[in-house]
């Protein structure tokens, strides 16, 4: 039986690493030494615990501290040594033949600033330069093999969705709810890890909420809080009970193989008030809006200002993506690795939507002290605009 299984493609990661290669090339810098998690996966095809090193010319090296057997069998890369220490490195690079990179490239968005000095002590004599845009616009487009992944992640989303009817019932508690759904998402190989890339931030799955206690703000870069279960996680599922006739929201990422789908819904025990259901209609035109404007060549704070304009226009202006003087200003967001990739639909973004990029909408409409309802899709962008990758019916969900 095989122990571990191979990650991405060998051509596939060839791809990965000639793009990479392309962009220090055109920033004369030497060599890249990847070191952050997703990153480290995208081009190497392992979690491993290590360095990668790619050269702006020749084969990538792969210094793996631990577990270097399993590194060995989940990456394509030919190039794996089993190394102690990053100190090591400037001496394998020599011994390897590489040149001394005069300039190295770094992800200076998310790594520590005492790793910065300890590897600007490393290399001596190498500046150091931030390469963390060019990684994750590199990220963005994504190949055939990742959209397929993605797509077998929404296919999973739509399984979670199918579930939440057998499980709603009046009395029990959202977090009771939030369990019993996990677990199922567990059996179809939800992974449990959500990664982001954005410092501090982290999410558990997602948010199941119901009734007023999903209109009740947090700190999450989201238009969506909850109660939680306390002060120490301050937003998601809490101990709310189950009602009739109020907006449920099953908002979850679905994790699969290295490769997220997020995805919300609005459920009901009976029918909500009309209020709700046609707040619901309005994000769903709104995001109609979006799936036709989103073609490639549209900036992404032009395609926020249209859902913006369209709530107003539909007569959402105050509770879109938030109330108060603390909404969020994105109505959506890349998706991949991470929850938070590029692009970002978002005020006054000029980034271009290009052929390829996966993204998640969630136009949504919260009620202060009341509910929340909407929608969330993952979509890829294709030249005719924006194609979903889900398919679980639309609507609320009346049980």
């Known amino acids: 039986m095989e122990l571990y299984t191979q990650g991405a493609p060998k051509l596939e990661i060839e791809r990965r690493i000639s793009k990479l290669q392309n962009l220090l090339s055109e920033q004369n810098i030497s060599g890249a030494l990847v070191l952050q998690k997703s990153d480290f996966f995208y081009f190497s095809g392992t979690l491993q615990q290590g360095w990668l090193y790619v050269p702006a010319q020749g084969k990538p090296l792969l210094m793996i501290f631990k577990d270097y057997e399993r590194a060995k069998a989940e990456s394509p890369i030919d190039s794996i040594l089993s190394i102690i220490s990053p100190k090591e ?20 968005d998310v790594v520590p600033t005492n790793l910065y000095f300890q590897y600007k002590g490393i290399f001596k004599d ?7 845009i060019g990684i994750r616009l590199i990220r963005a487009i994504k190949s055939d093999y990742e959209i397929e992944k993605i797509s077998e992640a929404a296919a999973m989303s739509d399984k979670v969705a199918a579930k939440v009817p057998e499980l709603l019932e009046c009395g029990k508690s959202e977090v009771e709810i939030a369990g019993e759904l996990e677990s199922f998402a567990r059996s179809l190989g939800h992974q449990g890890i959500v990664r982001m890339r954005l410092w501090g ?23 969506t809080g909850g109660y939680g279960t306390g002060v120490a996680t301050s937003q998601g599922a809490g101990f709310t009970k189950i009602g009739k006739n109020e907006p449920i929201l099953v908002d979850y990422v679905f994790a699969l193989n290295g490769y997220l789908s997020d995805h919300a819904r609005i459920f009901s025990i009976g029918h909500v008030a009309d209020e709700f259901l046609k707040a619901h209609d309005a994000m769903l035109t709104v995001q109609q809006v979006a799936i036709e404007a ?26 879109f993506m938030g109330s108060g003087d603390r909404k969020i200003r994105f109505t959506g967001h ?15 973004q000029t980034f271009e939507l290009q052929e390829g990029m996966t993204l998640a909408l969630e136009p949504k409409a919260i009620m202060p002290q009341k509910g929340v309802v909407g929608i969330e899709n993952t979509f890829v962008v294709t030249k005719n605009g924006l194609k979903s990758l889900a398919h679980y019916p639309q609507n609320i969900t009346v049980i």
Do not use: C, W
């Open 89 to 108: 490195i400037p001496e394998i690079l020599r011994d390897m033949g590489y040149k001394n990179p005069a300039a190295i490239g770094m992800e200076l």
């Open 126 to 132: 190498s500046e150091i330069r931030d390469i963390s």
């Open 201 to 223: 931030s982290e999410i558990f799955y997602g948010h199941i909420m119901s009734g007023a206690a999903a209109a009740v703000p947090s700190y999450m870069a989201s238009p």
């Open 294 to 319: 989103g073609i490639p060549g549209m900036a992404t704070g032009q395609l926020y200002d249209i859902m913006v304009q369209k709530a107003k226009e539909l007569g959402y202006d105050d509770y």
């Open 334 to 348: 890349g998706i991949g690795l991470e929850l938070d990739e590029f692009p970002f639909i978002a005020n006054g």
